[in-house]
């Protein structure tokens, strides 16, 4: 296999990633954009293009890192994450499960079928509120490729078409309280953000989630890449079906409302972080 040229595979991923950036319109002049900083490879490499894009755009750019509480594992991301912003001279703002409500991830993740439901909603629910304090227009996240493959099959195999309104690159504003999300690595392969974090030596954290192997998500990742290797182009051909399927143009948002007990947007009465916080009341001795 030939070797690859740092230069050149830097200039294919960082040039691929701000066409996603400028034909999507993911950004616009003197936004403040917050980044989830998570210290894995696809957030680091997230915070190294729009701090790139920076160059070519005048926009504000503030990290958040969320720590869930999952001992032996997220401490190294949240390292990682420090010493990137810190690198990029970027602002990182950090929070916690812990801070923010009271608890960790491994002291309620065993009263649901898997870990990654909680650690969702609480993570969606801080980041979006920090967000929203901070006056960001939108918040980037690290969701490539394969993510967004792995997202639409998951939403697909539930049923839950309403998810569809999560895929593409750019989310609508449906509520003014919630922070819409852009997806930079949307058309990225997770193997092009590994390669780009050795080839440039990053500080990322490398480690599965311990949690990692109860999730749908990790059932489908493993589908995924099994068939890739045996069918060359199994993803890419999903990816142009799901395009052929949806048009960004489709209305298919939930309406939102605001929850009766904190205010947070959600399409029910109560939001989903308040239902959670209910329902473990006793346990977590609030
Ligand atoms: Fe949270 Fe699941 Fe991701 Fe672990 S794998 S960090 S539990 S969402």
Request: net charge negative.
């Amino acid at each position: 296999m030939a070797k690859l040229n740092k230069k050149d595979f830097n200039e294919k991923i960082f040039s691929r990633i701000n066409s996603v950036i400028s034909d999507y319109r993911l950004i616009e002049e003197n936004e403040i954009i917050a980044i989830a900083l998570s210290g894995g490879k696809d957030s680091v490499l997230t915070l190294h293009a729009l701090k790139k894009y920076q160059e070519i755009m005048d926009f504000d750019l503030i990290a958040i890192s969320v720590d869930e509480g999952i001992a032996g594992y997220r401490s190294h991301g949240i390292n990682a994450a420090v010493q990137n912003a810190k690198d990029l001279n970027v602002e990182l703002i950090q929070k916690s499960f812990k801070e923010e409500e009271d608890f960790d991830l491994d002291d309620i993740y065993m009263n649901f079928k898997s870990a990654c439901i909680p650690c969702g909603v609480f993570r969606r629910n801080i980041l979006n509120k920090t967000a929203y304090e901070i006056g960001a227009s939108k918040i980037a996240t690290g969701h490539n490729l394969d993510d967004e493959i792995q997202s639409f099959l998951m939403s697909f195999a539930r049923g839950d078409t309403i998810k569809f309104s999560k895929y593409g690159p750019k989310l609508d504003v449906i509520h003014p309280k919630l922070i819409p999300r852009i997806k930079p690595l949307w058309n990225t392969p997770e193997k092009d953000v590994g390669t780009w974090a050795i080839l440039n030596d990053i500080n990322i954290h490398l480690d599965e989630c311990p949690y990692s192997y109860l999730s749908l998500r990790a059932k489908i990742k493993e589908f995924l890449n099994v068939n890739e290797d045996i069918h060359p182009g199994f993803k890419e051909n999903i990816m142009k079906s799901f395009n052929n399927i949806l048009t960004f143009d489709d209305d298919i948002s939930p309406n939102l409302n605001e929850c009766l007990k904190c205010g947070e947007p959600t399409s029910s009465n109560i939001c989903k972080a308040c239902e959670i916080k209910e329902s473990l009341n006793p346990e977590i001795n609030r």
